[in-house]
């Protein structure tokens, strides 16, 4: 017998309301999620997150762990229900509804299928939540810290369907952000005494995501967008005719429209370098930062020379921040973090990033089996 769509939407998360065309601009009232750790767990913590509603469709991240970088107009929610409504199509899990008793209570567990940082727990949390705020999660580790392959490092309690309708989209954002989180604490380690950035090279409409998870991994957030730092690239640099143009023309465009606002101006050679530094000397200005682009020069014998960029760095002297970028990979970071800079930025982090491999299963004695037999636990 056929099912209506209110008793499918009952089964599981069947997104009526969401339209890619015409999204929507109010969600759901406050609600909050808080989960208890039973006492006889194995689990050591108790998280707790709150998925709060607030004005403009906002979120309350003041119960996280590690707070996403922030952003204007970024919908995290909408980014949620998104995702569930690609899966979903107009029927919901088919598969679920064919094979899955509907009152059946399940448990399945996070395990990871290698090393290192996990990222996007309290994501999971809020995805969970959207699809089905009975659903009882508890977790072992924290955003941001090491997991090792064959860990069951989380668990969630509830319906079946509901989970497993929820278990993709968790995995693909939570592989994703872990797997950006471990190439960052790699090479914010190896930069040290520099701090390692990534750019806007990041997968479109995942911005906040990508950089929340650098953020997990040890790193510092680049710019968000175009609207929160001015930074006067190569084109820029063409367009208005030089650095000393763009620089100018910088300024009396923050102070016209009275903003306050970091600039950063990108230099490709030294001659570049010393032209902003001697503008930044006649007169005031709002340059807070220099970019050293392609500074770093790779060899044959795959090291890099890094004389060029610590000459750069000689001559700004302090003056600035300066930033590496060009040639950065997790073999070179450590020598370009000697150099003297007080950035490096790789846009590696993001646009090249490998997924960590993460599974939720029911049955996980059975999955460590398969995992042992194929080498993934």
């Known amino acids: 017998m056929a099912m209506s769509s209110r008793q499918l939407q009952g089964l599981g998360y069947l997104p009526q309301a969401f339209h890619i065309?015409?999204?929507?601009?109010?969600?759901?009232?406050?609600?909050?999620?808080?989960?208890?750790?039973?006492?006889?767990?194995?689990?050591?913590?108790?998280?707790?997150?709150s998925a709060t509603q607030v004005t403009?469709?906002?979120?309350?991240?003041?119960?996280?762990?590690?707070?996403?970088?922030?952003?204007?107009?970024?919908?995290?929610?909408?980014?949620?229900?998104?995702?569930?409504?690609?899966?979903?199509?107009?029927?919901?899990d088919v598969t679920c509804l064919a094979t899955i008793p509907l009152d059946m209570e399940v448990e399945a567990y996070f395990l990871a299928k290698e090393d290192g940082i996990i990222a996007g727990i309290a994501l999971a949390e809020m995805i969970f939540h959207e699809v089905d705020p009975s659903l009882k999660v508890e977790w072992s580790k924290n955003d941001g810290d090491f997991i090792h392959k064959g860990l069951q490092f989380g668990k969630v309690h509830g319906r079946a369907h509901n989970i497993i309708v929820a278990e993709r989209v968790v995995l693909n954002f939570m592989q994703r952000m872990s797997g950006i989180a471990t190439l960052t604490k790699a090479m914010a380690n190896a930069a040290h005494p520099a701090y390692i950035l990534e750019t806007r090279k990041t997968a479109p409409g995942l911005r906040l995501l990508d950089k929340w998870a650098v953020?997990?991994?040890?790193?510092?957030?680049?710019?968000?967008?175009?609207?929160d730092m001015v930074m006067i690239k190569d084109n820029h640099i063409s367009t208005a005719g030089g650095v000393t143009n763009a620089l100018k023309a910088v300024d009396l465009y923050l102070e016209q429209n009275n903003l306050q606002l970091e600039v950063e101006v990108e230099t490709r050679t030294l001659e570049e370098v010393e032209e902003a530094l001697h503008y930044a000397s006649q007169t005031k200005t709002f340059l807070t930062r220099i970019m050293l682009d392609n500074m770093v020069v790779p060899l044959p014998n795959g090291d890099v020379d890094i004389s060029m960029l610590k000459e750069a760095v000689r001559l700004v002297n302090g003056r600035f921040e300066t930033e590496a970028s060009g040639n950065v990979t997790l073999d070179t970071v450590h020598k370009i973090g000697q150099s003297g800079v007080t950035y490096i930025s790789s846009g590696s982090l993001t646009h090249s990033v490998k997924a960590l491999d993460i599974s939720l299963k029911i049955d996980t004695e059975l999955a460590l089996k398969v995992g042992k037999r194929t080498g993934r636990a």
């Open 215 to 227: 953020l997990i991994g040890g790193g510092r957030n680049h710019r968000m967008g175009l609207f």
């Open 21 to 49: 065309k015409e999204p929507t601009t109010s969600f759901p009232p406050k609600r909050s999620l808080s989960l208890k750790l039973k006492e006889q767990s194995k689990l050591r913590r108790v998280v707790r997150m």
């Open 56 to 92: 403009n469709s906002r979120i309350s991240y003041e119960s996280f762990a590690i707070k996403p970088p922030m952003h204007p107009t970024y919908d995290l929610k909408g980014i949620i229900k998104l995702a569930l409504a690609e899966d979903a199509g107009d029927r919901g």
